[in-house]
């Protein structure tokens, strides 16, 4: 069974501080990938990252960024200088190769608000 | 707008009700989800069509509820005799086959209130 944890319910930052997001996940699977997506008030999940589990080189991109350890389950997700534009519900999702992409398990999500 | 489209984005009715939802993906996508998401939680999956066939169905997705995508484009789904437990949002999502794995792209959701 997969299983998705975000442990943070909210978040509230004042701008430009740095926001980082908890996930940790349970998978039997050797070969699975994980995502970030993001919620803004609108309503609709926006796709933010993707990592598999055979690449486990963190990455920047932008103010995003990202820390995946296998070894301790986590894919960490790091916003740098926050942006009023950055409040909205960010959700760590896990999927497995066999499964297709279609079936994500998401985490109950952290509501990050930035504050002015 | 070209990205996925959802009608009616609120709808409340009352118990016993049936309503339906509609779904108009992004043109060139072959794929189409349905999830479901209650307050404060994640999404869930409940049904997945590439083209006009239904591949996947959750056991979520009770007997009350249909799905279906007639001509590979639009999508419905259906609840019949609605219960208060059927509250949520019910979100729908289109990719294309071949895209990037996971790289799912999401309608604004119709949020479900049943009396």
């Known amino acids: 069974a997969q299983k998705v944890t975000q442990a943070q319910t909210e978040i509230s930052v004042v701008e430009k501080e740095d926001v980082t997001l908890d996930c940790v996940y349970e998978t039997r699977d050797t070969t699975y990938y994980l995502f970030w997506y993001k919620q803004p008030p609108s309503g609709e999940l926006v796709f933010l990252i993707r990592?598999?589990?055979?690449?486990?080189q963190n990455e920047i991109s932008g103010r995003y960024s990202w820390n995946f350890q296998k070894s301790t389950s986590s894919f960490n997700f790091t916003i740098t200088a926050s942006q009023v534009v950055d409040s909205a519900v960010y959700f760590c999702a896990l999927s497995d190769e066999r499964s297709n992409d279609y079936k994500l398990s998401f985490g109950a999500g952290t509501t990050v608000t930035v504050r002015a | 707008d070209t990205g996925v489209s959802q009608n009616p984005r609120h709808k409340i009715t009352k118990r016993g009700q049936n309503v339906t939802f509609r779904c108009d993906p992004i043109?060139?996508?072959?794929?189409l989800y349905w999830y479901r998401q209650t307050l404060g939680q994640g999404p869930e999956f409940l049904t997945y069509f590439q083209n006009e066939a239904q591949l996947e169905k959750s056991r979520l997705l009770s007997d009350r509820f249909s799905a279906e995508r007639p001509k590979g484009s639009f999508s419905t789904l259906e609840i019949q005799r609605t219960e208060q437990g059927d509250s949520a949002m019910y979100l729908c999502?289109?990719?294309?086959?071949?895209?990037?794995?996971?790289?799912?792209?999401f309608g604004e959701g119709s949020r479900l209130t049943v009396l």
């Open positions: 043109s060139e996508h072959n794929r």
């Open positions: 990592r598999n589990s055979f690449d486990e």
């Open positions: 999502a289109s990719s294309f086959a071949g895209g990037d794995f996971g790289e799912l792209f």
